[in-house]
């Protein structure tokens, strides 16, 4: 009804352009010349006019409809046409690798992308839910994610929201649950960005938190069985932001409560699909976080859930890593499994006895060589040519310098001149993190040398000689 209103003036001028229009108008003319012919004549003569004017007001009624029935499908087959050149011409973008904002996008891609956004602007609710449900969750789901790839350093990344709304808006219209949660999860890495984007702003970052908190909520009663998983492991992430410190200062201790909830979303998550890398990733990296957290820092049993976890990761990252091309794809879970290898090892090294530590030095450097140095390594390269490097370049290095540490520690049992060797790589890694730190990140370093579980294995003049190294002065 809407858009037979909003276009009426179209359809009466197509009605009576039509064949049947411009009869029914014939028949309503001569209905009225009837009646005035007949206004005096017996009163059966005076009805046989009435009734060839309703004739005509029937058919040219009947000729409107058919108008509007024909327009509506001509924009139904409009906005068809404009999702179907969409999709494949994003299809073609993305296999050959220019569906990015870091290139400038193909001009058949703009065009399809432009004519498809106006197009389903024009379009009334009826014509949008006309067309197959799938192609318009695949049409709007890429135009969200382009537009996050173009505004990425965006504050407010202004058009990737406006499309994630309008699929949330269209598939809660539509009472589609499934797509409404899918929709919902692409709100949520909007704001997973601007909290990644804005790290340094307190208020911004807890904002974001918290409304992505708010959305997962609303996903998680929506979600399917099989889209659970990924709504507890966005949840997750979630709580882990709000469990920041209110300091913002990362080396204090964080919020236990939403810590722990970011630990049991994650741990659900996993537990409903184990073989998930996202979902070990994410539960590796919140166990870590908790370990070293009061009171789970002297916990025995977060040990074993330290252990756990890197078993975990380490089985995912064996099992998906050929599959993973892209940087984004591979730093983060190399990052966490060599940062969970790390500290399962130093847990359970600080842990053991004198006569335990020698009977384990060889197998704890096997694992550190084969888990955590090669991931950690690989990390390091990955940033040389990558735009993270800024973002990340100081905890990967420092990551590595810690890795160093724990290695060190474990060749001084058999030999101190290799101890000695090994050390040199823990202040070549520890430099260049200093090179790439900021002052906030120097600060939490230096408090962090006495009480690390890696860098507390040194001697203390060894710590002295890195506390210089890092020294602000």
Not at 78 to 93: I, Q, Y
Not at 243 to 253: E, I
Not at 402 to 428: D, M, N
Request: a positive charge.
């Amino acid at each position: 009804m809407q858009s037979i209103v909003q276009h009426l003036p179209e359809i009466l001028r197509a009605a009576a352009a039509s064949q049947l229009g411009i009869l029914a108008l014939m028949v309503v003319a001569i209905a009225a010349i009837a009646h005035a012919f007949f206004r005096k004549s017996a009163e059966g003569w005076r009805m046989a006019a009435l009734a060839l004017l309703f004739a005509g007001c029937a058919g040219f009624g009947y000729a409107m409809f058919q108008q509007s029935a024909t327009r509506a499908a001509a924009q139904v087959v409009n906005v068809r046409e404009s999702l179907d050149r969409w999709l494949d011409e994003a299809g073609r973008a993305r296999d050959a690798g220019t569906l990015s904002g870091a290139s400038s996008l193909p001009s058949g891609l703009v065009d399809a992308r432009n004519e498809f956004e106006s197009r389903w602007r024009r379009a009334a609710l009826p014509e949008k839910l006309a067309l197959p449900a799938d192609a318009v969750a695949s049409g709007l789901s890429l135009l969200n994610r382009l537009y996050r790839e173009v505004e990425k350093d965006s504050p407010v990344q202004q058009a990737a929201n406006l499309w994630a709304d309008e699929a949330i808006r269209h598939f809660d219209e539509r009472q589609d649950p499934r797509r409404l949660t899918d929709a919902l999860l692409d709100k949520a890495a909007i704001y997973l960005d601007l909290a990644q984007l804005g790290h340094d702003d307190r208020q911004q970052f807890e904002a974001m938190a918290r409304s992505g908190d708010a959305l997962m909520a609303r996903a998680f009663r929506t979600a399917a069985i099989d889209q659970q998983p990924q709504v507890l492991r966005i949840t997750s992430r979630f709580y882990y932001n709000l469990a920041r410190p209110k300091s913002f200062r990362l080396s204090d201790t964080w919020d236990n409560t939403y810590l722990l909830l970011a630990y049991q979303k994650a741990r659900a998550a996993h537990d409903l699909q184990p073989g998930e890398l996202k979902n070990a990733n994410q539960l590796a990296r919140t166990v870590i976080k908790v370990s070293r957290n009061p009171p789970q820092d002297t916990d025995p049993a977060w040990a074993e859930n330290l252990r756990d976890a890197q078993d975990g990761m380490a089985a995912a990252w064996s099992a998906a890593k050929a599959g993973l091309t892209g940087v984004e794809q591979r730093l983060s879970p190399l990052n966490v499994l060599g940062v969970v290898t790390l500290e399962a090892i130093a847990r359970e090294w600080t842990a053991a006895s004198p006569q335990e530590r020698r009977a384990r030095a060889g197998r704890y450097l096997i694992e550190l060589e084969r888990d955590a140095l090669p991931a950690l390594r690989e990390a390091a390269a990955l940033l040389q040519n990558s735009a993270l490097r800024k973002a990340y370049g100081f905890d990967i290095h420092y990551d590595l310098a810690r890795a160093q540490a724990l290695k060190t520690a474990l060749v001084r049992v058999t030999s101190a001149q290799a101890a000695r060797a090994e050390f040199k790589e823990v202040r070549s890694h520890l430099a260049v993190a200093r090179e790439n730190a900021r002052t906030s990140q120097l600060e939490a370093a230096l408090r962090d040398l006495g009480k690390d579980p890696s860098f507390s294995l040194l001697t203390p003049a060894e710590r002295q000689g890195l506390a210089q190294l890092l020294n602000l002065g």
